[in-house]
């Protein structure tokens, strides 16, 4: 199984909308549309492949010099445990750099990953929900 890694480059709403689904990560996909405006207003898209088949995705928004937000991370759940999420949140610090400090928000099933992968829990943050 060799992985490739690109940056830049937006699969499909159909892959996105598949692995999202297959991974069971809790996402509108079906809306596509929104779908596709989520990954078209990100600054930076990571994502993982085997051969033509996308196996993981990383979405971030960012200013580059001082936070980002880590929206997205799903990974195939026939390749789990074979590092990719973890090799897409070390390309995503590679890529915002060492002034900007990585949030996000897990699912309830991903909160005992994260430690493992050099996140902190914190517990000062808040959210005023969306309303559709």
């Not at 033509?52 to 759940?77: F, H, M, N």
């Not at 897409?88 to 590679?94: G, N, Q, S, V």
């Amino acid at each position: 199984m060799a992985i490739t890694y690109q940056t830049g480059v937006l699969p499909s709403t159909e892959q996105i909308v598949e692995l999202y689904n297959s991974a069971s990560l809790p996402r509108p996909t079906n809306d596509p549309e929104r779908i596709k405006k989520m990954f078209e207003n990100s600054n930076l898209v990571i994502s993982a492949w085997d051969e033509d088949k996308l196996v993981g995705i990383c979405r971030t928004i960012t200013d580059w010099v001082w936070s980002s937000y880590l929206a997205d991370l799903a990974v195939s759940p026939d390749y789990k445990k074979s590092g990719i999420g973890k090799k897409l949140i070390d390309l995503t610090k590679e890529k915002v750099g060492e002034q900007s400090m990585i949030l996000l928000l897990s699912v309830p099933t991903a909160m005992e990953y994260y430690p493992k992968v050099g996140f902190t829990k914190e517990d000062r943050g808040f959210m005023m929900p969306r309303t559709k």
